[in-house]
């Protein structure tokens, strides 16, 4: 079974920038679209960006502009660039593949990030 170990996150200022990254147990780049999340507390979760197989990044328009999502194949790490931080990034943060428009594997810890001045 995958499993997908998040880290990066933390306290960051408004405007100011961090870099999550995810770590797979597997190489499933080549075989998914990757997908960050966050879940704000109270809220659903919900889909921030995505990148394809083929290395097509997309995102929510909340975060384009501001977020990159990329990846290092070699490593198995996903990662997810955050720009301008704004107190409405606050979530926990997570990775998971696209499967059937549905999260293919089970949910890693998270990791939190916490945008405040």
């Known amino acids: 079974q995958v499993q997908l170990v998040e880290s990066g996150g933390g306290l960051v200022q408004p405007g100011g920038s961090l870099r999550l990254s995810c770590a797979a147990t597997?190489?499933?780049?080549?075989?998914?679209?990757m997908a960050w999340y966050r879940q704000a507390p109270g809220k659903q979760r919900e889909l921030v960006a995505t990148?394809?197989?083929?290395?097509?990044?997309n995102y929510v328009d909340s975060v384009r502009g501001r977020f990159a999502i990329s990846r290092d194949m070699s490593k198995n790490t996903l990662y997810l660039q955050m720009n301008s931080l704004k107190p409405e990034d606050t979530a926990a943060y997570y990775c998971?593949?696209?499967?059937?428009?549905?999260?293919?594997?089970?949910w890693g810890q998270g990791t939190q990030v916490t945008v405040s001045s």
């Open positions: 990148i394809s197989n083929s290395g097509t990044p």
């Open positions: 597997g190489s499933i780049f080549s075989a998914y679209t």
């Open positions: 998971n593949a696209l499967f059937g428009g549905s999260a293919r594997f089970a």
